[in-house]
């Protein structure tokens, strides 16, 4: 058993490979990367925020069991959610500035994706374990709109249906001084590693260990 579940993109080929030696952490196979050296950047510093959850976009956020469900009640259900839904080709994955952190993005129409993800959401749902008031109570106290507090409240987290944004994040907040390095040094990490078109073609069950990071658990073909 991990202490909570999510449903995850994950990666494979080199795209993974580069993905887990910048973040310093192989999803995959749940273990450490060695960090590229990287001149004048301490790597380890900018990536300590994402660096537990691996490289992935989120398709459900991370959540406990309800009471009385176990991990096989949700990989069943997993898989036959997979099973309904066919692959998605994206126009390309692009890197991208978010605020104050860089992730990877979709170029294109990301209907599809958006899709996909409210189904995740809405099938699993009954799997997840409500939050608790005191959770509720401080995310509310972000800076949400109407539409997100209303999502947190009944789906346990804001950025799902239409505010589902497709993101792999890279990189923790970054002071304004460094955006331009670090922009740089993005580009020449992933140059060769962004395919064009890209196909999102499977989903993977993650669990948070005792540790704090995040493993792969299953990664399930899309079939649909």
């Not at 910048?22 to 380890?44: M, R």
């Not at 395919?195 to 899309?222: C, S």
Request: hydrophobic fraction near 40%; glycine fraction near 8%; charge should be neutral.
């Amino acid at each position: 058993m991990f202490e909570r579940y999510a449903i995850y993109h994950t990666f494979e080929g080199p795209l993974a490979t580069h993905g887990a030696a910048w973040l310093g952490w192989d999803i995959a196979v749940g273990q450490t990367v060695q960090h590229p050296e990287i001149k004048g950047i301490d790597l380890a510093k900018l990536t300590e925020r994402p660096r537990k959850y691996g490289l992935h976009a989120t398709f459900k956020a991370p959540f406990h069991l309800a009471d009385g469900i176990r991990e096989g009640d949700l990989s069943h259900a997993f898989k036959g959610l997979c099973a309904a839904h066919a692959p998605i080709t994206l126009a390309a994955l692009t890197l991208s500035q978010i605020g104050r952190f860089f992730a990877l993005t979709c170029d294109g129409d990301d209907s599809a994706l958006k899709s996909l993800a409210a189904q995740t959401v809405q099938s699993l749902d009954p799997f997840r374990a409500p939050l608790s008031d005191d959770v509720l109570q401080r995310r509310r106290s972000q800076r949400l709109s109407e539409r997100q507090k209303a999502n947190l409240a009944q789906w346990g987290y804001p950025h799902v249906m239409e505010d589902f944004k497709f993101h792999v994040t890279l990189t923790g907040n970054i002071k304004d001084q460094l955006h331009t390095p670090v922009k740089a040094m993005l580009h020449s990490h992933f140059a060769q590693t962004l395919p064009i078109p890209y196909t999102l073609d499977t989903l993977t069950l993650a669990g948070q260990d005792n540790d704090g990071r995040f493993r792969e658990i299953l990664r399930e073909p899309l079939k649909g």
